[in-house]
């Protein structure tokens, strides 16, 4: 397919379904149902995070051209994301409160390599992609579910977050002297083990619910 073709909801799917290495679990699904007012919190976080996550690559790593382009791009893309969740909550009467973070994304830096700059590099774009693609495939496998509004907007987010999966993917294979794969197969190892397992309390990206 011509990269430049925009890509249908089945065949964004399927190309997320072959890149990660599960597909969210049915009782993630469930819990996300039942605690729609979080999700939408931890929504509007994860996309705050998002855009905060590229400017510090921005930061970090000022002689890549490309990349501060790419990032730039994606960064007011995802302060869009925020400020269309953050409409819907109010519309919706949702207050806006705290919430700490899930361990999905701290779970996936512990495995990140910090000696050497490009290795780092390399590991944060790989992760980034890791997490836009999953973001991308929950947003799919919600929206049928939810109200009409709702999963009009999760529909709405796909092809955006699809895009930025593929730029971080590009972008990592740019700047890295080494054959990415075998670190994309690593974080995917990791990041099904964080989807699969346990967790206590319920986040966009966290595990299946705790069994009592
Ligand atoms: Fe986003
Ligand atoms: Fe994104």
């Known amino acids: 397919m011509n990269s430049l073709e925009p890509m249908s909801t089945p065949e964004l799917t399927l190309e997320l379904e072959a890149f990660l ?13 039942q605690n729609q007012t979080l999700m939408l919190i931890d929504h509007a976080n994860c996309e705050k995070k998002a855009a ?3 400017m510090g690559l921005m930061y970090r790593h000022v002689a890549h051209t490309d990349l501060l382009t790419k990032m730039s791009q994606l960064a007011r893309e995802e302060l869009l994301h925020f400020e269309q969740v ?3 909550m109010a519309e919706r009467g949702i207050t806006y409160e705290r919430i700490g973070p899930s361990r999905y994304a701290a779970g996936l830096r512990d495995h990140m390599r910090t000696d050497k700059r490009e290795q780092a590099l390399t590991d944060s774009l790989i992760v980034g992609a890791i997490v836009e693609a999953r973001s991308c495939e929950r947003f ?3 929206a049928p579910l939810l109200d009409a509004k709702l999963g009009k907007f ?5 092809r955006s977050e699809a895009r930025h999966y ?18 994309v197969q690593h974080f ?13 309390e319920f986040r966009f990206h966290s595990g299946v619910p705790r069994k009592i």
């Open 21 to 33: 290495h599960c597909p969210t679990p049915a009782p993630w699904l469930d819990w996300a149902l």
């Open 52 to 54: 905060s996550n590229a």
């Open 86 to 88: 953050v409409t819907l």
């Open 140 to 142: 799919a496998r919600l």
């Open 154 to 158: 999760y529909l709405s987010l796909l």
């Open 166 to 183: 593929r730029d971080y993917l590009t972008l990592a294979a740019q700047y890295t002297g080494e054959d990415i794969n075998p670190r």
């Open 188 to 200: 995917l190892a990791v990041e099904k083990w964080l989807i699969e397992s346990e967790d206590e």
